[in-house]
Structures are given as structure tokens and as C-alpha cells.
């Protein structure tokens, strides 16, 4: 037996092991509908899934749940399958579609009609609300309740070959209309739909529900532990009772709680929303909480599991702090990415007491985490830039950059002193004048007096053009959803484009999708808009650790 359980699936799941309930059996599922990309929700659903079957050497399928036609295509199916990928979890060769399965489940449902268990109703989708009734009151009997089981099999087989309209009837499982749980109340089966599917074509007009469907598709699977969220809860009382009249295999469903994030929405619905209103560029736009739009801004999937791992799994909905998420990738990228100096918002500085054509290549360390990370060479020489906010004119109490006669020490340099300014006529610096002393090679000062400031800087003659896009929430509200429109709590600042950003040269090799801390500035990953003239990046997250401090104040340590 592996470590002791970690959390309560676990426990059912071991508990099962010991009592041969599934044969020693673990075999689970990740089940998405292809109707959108996948979001840091599903990521806890795919580790909990997944990553049970590894630890109790079962397995783990892979299955689209692809019983609507309306909304669901290939395009979905090949980023989901990506992203599956992507996070370390391997189906091998168990993909499977609920859409194969159409013409198994239409054989069950006959059989249900056979024993007197379903009817063809005509009911109009707002008539059966009504008939439904309410938590409190119980709901009336459809008057196509009682045809007989021939007459619901002639219609049923009418159905199906698109003899009537869509709305005009539908396949219910006859229950209980005065069921103390609404889903048992005759719950629909089928429903007409003249769509076409995209895997099925025009084969099928009737497509069935989510609760008629999913529960055989789980069966025909033989899958062992069927985990989804809280909200079936409510449900599961409907997937024992349609198996159970059917006879066929049960798989055990076990609920849990929803994983949230702060300053974001996670629903596909919602999240389709920004992207066809274009308040985003697609799905893959690195603001979005889709697994795409992390790992185009720079996620690792370490990143991701680590931050699953750690909102552990429970029976109650969750909202989770972003900066959890932001720390885990932090916490990954401090020891694997390198280091290097980019200027955000230059400014020219001239060193005027440094040769007019000396290059020097300067030794600077790429990870002070990892000592196989080793050094590389940088450029120095007369013109450089600094940050524009590294200067100031006239600096208040606290200010230990760079000012009129003030010495800071250059990062990997020297130790420069600021001589004058240059401004243009609007009065906006145009360059600062420095001297630089030359005993102090390496950021060190023969004397050893000490500075208060380290400046990043850039060789003005040699360094790279870049694009940076900066990054905040997607929304100015905890819960954007806590107002009816969602979309009027946008950030309106949510993406800043920063187009005339200087790299160091050593970066001219960098691919799509390379991570790098730019000193002091954050973490930055290479996007895919990127130009053989142009490097764009992504800032994955800054350095200020918010969450570490959170964690701190409320004492609670590390964990969430
Ligand atoms: P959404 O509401 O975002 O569309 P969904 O539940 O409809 O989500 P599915 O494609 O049906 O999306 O989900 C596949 C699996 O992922 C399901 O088992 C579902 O319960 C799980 N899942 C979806 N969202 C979350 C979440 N926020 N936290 C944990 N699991 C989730
Ligand atoms: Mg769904």
C-alpha cells in the first residue's frame, strides 16, 4: 500500500482496496465536455483523477463527454488533449468519446422503456418546469405518463428517425413526481436536436442528457471511483437508480468541492464570453485562468500541480487566493530559471570618464540558487540604460537609486556616480551623465565602502530590442461574479504593453516559451508573438511575494 491517504477519496478508495469491493480495481476518468479549453478547475480534476490511478497502480481514461452537438468541436478535443499532456498525465491508449456510445445508450433506453421505466412525453421543455414542481410542493404526473410500452417504442424509434420537431417530445424516465429530490422527477432522457454532431455527423437527432448519459458511460467503462464536483451531489441518487434498473455495472460516485480563484471566473460558459466579445485575445491570452492561457504567460505544469497539490481536495466548494498560485510558480522558477538584466523603461546613461570604444565582457552568475546554472559574459561599455524610475532628481528620504552626486553600484559593473543631466526641451531627462570608478570591476570597491543602491542596466551598443507585456487581474473584484453582469468588474488595466523594452544580447537565443527572471523585475517568458526582430515577454508574475506575507500574518504557515 502506498503513503497513508491524503485526503478523504483516498480513504474510500483504500477502504475499497481492503474489502475487494472492485476486485482490487482503481479506475477512474477525466471526463470534459469539448465546449471550451480547460481552466485551473479541470487541473484539479485531472491530478485528482489521474493522479489517484498512479498511486494505486489503476488507471485513468480519458474521456470527452460529447453528448451535445451545440456546442462542442474538434478544436476543444485537441486543446484538451494538449493540455492533459502537458500537465505529465498519460492516457495510453484509453481515449475515449461518449458519442460512441450513442447507440449503446439508445439500446438501454429501450430497455428502460421495455420495463415500463421511460415514456415518450409531449410536454414542451417550460410545460415539464412547471409540471416539476418545487422543493416544497409536488410536482403533477405528465398526461403521456401512462402510454403503453408499444406505443412509447413506435415513438421512441420515431424519435430518432427525425420524425418530429425539435421541442415536440422527449424520452423520460418515469420515477416519482412527488420525489422529495427534483432530478428524480421524471427526469428527461433525450431530447430532439437537429444539429449535427461534430464526431457523429447527422446519424443522431436525439441526443441525451447528462444524467442519462454519464452514468453509462462510467458503467461501459467499468470505471471504479466516478469523482465529480459538489454540484452532483443531488445527482447521484439518479445514476444508482438508472443503472440499478438496468442491471448493469455500478461505478461508485464520489463528490468534490469545486476549486475557485480570486479575480477570476472559471467557467467555460463565462470564460467563452471574454473570448468571443474579444475582451481577450482567445483562450490562450495569458490572462486567462484556462491551462492554455498559463503556459502561454509562463506557467510550469510543476507550477500547477504543486498549487493543486497544495488547495488539497475537500467536501466544500473553495475560493483560493491567486497569490497561492503566483507563489507556486515562484517558488519553481526561483531555483530553474536564469537570470538577466532587461530595462523596462529605458533612459541613456553615459559614462563620461570610460574610453570612448572599450567593450569589456563582464562575468554574471545566471542562478545564485543553482551552481550548475554557472555564468555568462555580458557587454559593458560608455552607453547604457537604466530604468527611468532608477533616477531621480530630486529623490525623497528613502531613495537609495541613483541622484545628482549619488553613487550606486551597477549590477555584475562598477560603482557609478551621477555627474549631471541632460534634458530635452520639454524638460524631460534625456540622458544622465556619470563617472564610473575603475577599481571597483565587478560591483567590488577596493576601499569596501558600501552603496545602498544596485541598478540593472543594459550596454546601450549592444543590447536587444523587446516587447513586454505586463500583466494584472482580469478583474477588479475577489468574486467578479457577486454582480449580476460579470463583465462590468473587468480591469481595465489588465494588460500593459511596454514596446520600447532593452535586453541584454544573451538573450538573442531565446525560444518560444523560455523562462527568465529579469533582475528586480520579475519572472518573463518568451511569447509566441515574438519576431525574428523582436522578442516579446510575457511577465509571468513580479517578485514581491504577496502570498508568503499573507500566509505569514495569518500564521499559518505554507500550506492554504
Ligand atoms: P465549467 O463549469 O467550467 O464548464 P464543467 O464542470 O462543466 O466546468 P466539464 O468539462 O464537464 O466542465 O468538467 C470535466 C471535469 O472537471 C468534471 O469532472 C468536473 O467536475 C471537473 N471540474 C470542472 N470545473 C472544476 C473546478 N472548478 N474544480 C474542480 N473540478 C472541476
Ligand atoms: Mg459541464
Known amino acids: 500500500m502506498p503513503d497513508k491517504p491524503s485526503n478523504f477519496i483516498e480513504e474510500i478508495v483504500e477502504q475499497d482496496l481492503e474489502s475487494g469491493k472492485y476486485g482490487g480495481r482503481v479506475h477512474t476518468r477525466f471526463p470534459p465536455e469539448p465546449n471550451g479549453y480547460l481552466h485551473i478547475g479541470h487541473a484539479k480534476s485531472i491530478c485528482l483523477n489521474f493522479g489517484i490511478a498512479e498511486k494505486y497502480e489503476g488507471m485513468c481514461n480519458l474521456r470527452f463527454d460529447d453528448t451535445n452537438p451545440l456546442k462542442e468541436g474538434e478544436e476543444f478535443v485537441k486543446a484538451i488533449k494538449e493540455d492533459v499532456r502537458w500537465l505529465g498525465f498519460d492516457w495510453d491508449d484509453r481515449l475515449y468519446y461518449a458519442s460512441d456510445y450513442f447507440e449503446q445508450m439508445y439500446e438501454y433506453a429501450v430497455q428502460l422503456i421495455k420495463k415500463g421505466k421511460a415514456y415518450v412525453c409531449d410536454l414542451s421543455p417550460d410545460e415539464i418546469r412547471e409540471y416539476r414542481g418545487t422543493l416544497t410542493e409536488p410536482g403533477r404526473e405528465s398526461p403521456y405518463r401512462n ?12 424519435m430518432r428517425n427525425g420524425e418530429f420537431e425539435e421541442g415536440s417530445k422527449t424520452l423520460r424516465a418515469k420515477i416519482d413526481m412527488a420525489h422529495p429530490n427534483l432530478n428524480m422527477r421524471d427526469p428527461v432522457m433525450y431530447r430532439i436536436i437537429k444539429k449535427p454532431h461534430y464526431r457523429q455527423g447527422s446519424k443522431w437527432c436525439i441526443y441525451p442528457t447528462y444524467d442519462w448519459a454519464h452514468c453509462l458511460e462510467d458503467s461501459i467503462e467499468l470505471i471504479t471511483h466516478s469523482l465529480c464536483t459538489l454540484e452532483f451531489a443531488d445527482h447521484r441518487i439518479l445514476y444508482e437508480w438508472f443503472l440499478d434498473q438496468l442491471g448493469i455495472y455500478k461505478p461508485q460516485q464520489i463528490e468534490f468541492g469545486r476549486l ?39 506557467y510550469t505544469p510543476r507550477a500547477i ?92 528620504k528613502k531613495y537609495f537609486r541613483l541622484a545628482p552626486g549619488r553613487e550606486v553600484r551597477l549590477k555584475h559593473a562598477y560603482y557609478i556616480t ?36 544596485t541598478l540593472h542596466w543594459v550596454s546601450a551598443r549592444h543590447c536587444l530590442n523587446a516587447e513586454v507585456r505586463l500583466y494584472e487581474q482580469l478583474f477588479i473584484k475577489e468574486n467578479p461574479d457577486e454582480d449580476e453582469n460579470f463583465l462590468e468588474n473587468l480591469n481595465p488595466n489588465s494588460l500593459i504593453i511596454l514596446k520600447n523594452c532593452k535586453v541584454e544580447p544573451s538573450l538573442k537565443d531565446a525560444r518560444v516559451g523560455d523562462r527568465f527572471q529579469f533582475l528586480r523585475k520579475g519572472y518573463f517568458c518568451v511569447d509566441k508573438d515574438s519576431t525574428e526582430n523582436k522578442l516579446v515577454f510575457n511577465r509571468i508574475v513580479t517578485l514581491k511575494d504577496t502570498w508568503a506575507k499573507l500566509a505569514k500574518k495569518l500564521g499559518s504557515g505554507d500550506k492554504s
Not at 402510454?147 to 420515431?158: C, G, M, S, Y
Not at 549631471?420 to 570608478?437: A, F, L, M, Q, R
Request: charge should be negative; charged fraction near 35%; include cysteine.
Open 418 to 453: 551621477c555627474e549631471s543631466v541632460v534634458k530635452d526641451e520639454d524638460g524631460n531627462i534625456k540622458e544622465i551623465h556619470c563617472t564610473y570608478d575603475p577599481k571597483s570591476k565587478g560591483g567590488w570597491t577596493e576601499d569596501g565602502r558600501k552603496v545602498k543602491g
Open 305 to 396: 500541480r504543486d498549487f493543486v497539490e497544495r488547495t488539497g481536495v475537500s467536501r466544500t466548494d473553495s475560493v483560493v487566493e491567486y497569490s497561492l498560485l503566483e507563489h507556486c510558480i515562484r517558488e519553481d522558477l526561483n531555483k530553474r530559471a536564469n537570470r538577466v538584466m532587461a530595462v523596462l523603461d529605458p533612459v541613456k546613461l553615459i559614462i563620461v570618464n570610460y574610453p570612448e570604444n572599450l567593450v569589456e565582457w563582464l562575468d554574471a552568475e545566471n542562478n545564485p540558487e543553482d551552481e550548475e546554472a554557472g555564468t555568462r559574459k555580458i557587454p559593458f561599455c560608455k552607453e547604457i540604460y537604466i530604468e527611468r524610475e532608477d533616477f531621480m532628481e530630486e529623490p525623497p
Open 260 to 298: 475557485n480563484l480570486k479575480y477570476t471566473v472559471l467557467s467555460k460558459r463565462k470564460l467563452n464570453i471574454l473570448v468571443q466579445r474579444g475582451v481577450v485575445n482567445g483562450w490562450d491570452d495569458p490572462r486567462m485562468p484556462t491551462i492554455a492561457g498559463l503556459r502561454r504567460r509562463g
Open 147 to 158: 402510454r403503453t410500452v408499444d406505443e412509447n417504442l413506435d415513438l421512441f424509434e420515431r
